[in-house]
């Protein structure tokens, strides 16, 4: 397991920009695939965006998939999410979740997780 701590959130206009980022403990964070998810009040935690150990360009979800992007510096434990031309549909909770399996796009798949950050994206 590894010890998530998420920043970045905010409150910013729709078409504005914000850059998730989530730091990782633990010196062996490079050998584990990291997701981001989102939650937003009273619907279930929905999939945004992975990433597997190797790195590469990484899933998304259709709904944010050419506007957000994932990606993560190895020497700084760090993975990150730039969210850009942001939608008050994008409202809500991010998590950042990391494990030791594959890149998936289930939470049931995660089994380390931030506390979340909050991102608020008015009209």
């Known amino acids: 397991q590894v010890q998530l701590v998420e920043s970045g959130g905010g409150l910013v206009q729709a078409g504005g920009s914000l850059r998730l980022s989530c730091a990782a403990s633990?010196?062996?964070?490079?050998?584990?695939?990291a997701g981001w998810f989102r939650q937003a009040p009273g619907k279930e935690r929905e999939f945004v965006a992975a990433?597997?150990?190797?790195?590469?360009?990484?899933y998304y979800a259709d709904s944010v998939k050419g506007r957000f992007t994932i990606s993560r510096d190895y020497a700084r434990n760090t993975v990150y999410l730039q969210m850009n031309s942001l939608k008050p549909e994008d409202t809500a909770v991010y998590y950042c979740?990391?494990?030791?399996?594959?890149?998936?796009?289930?939470?049931?798949?995660?089994?380390?997780w931030g506390q979340g950050t909050q991102v608020t994206v008015s009209s």
């Open positions: 979740a990391a494990d030791r399996r594959r890149a998936a796009t289930s939470p049931a798949d995660f089994g380390s």
């Open positions: 633990g010196r062996t964070f490079s050998s584990y695939s």
């Open positions: 990433m597997s150990w190797s790195g590469g360009s990484g």
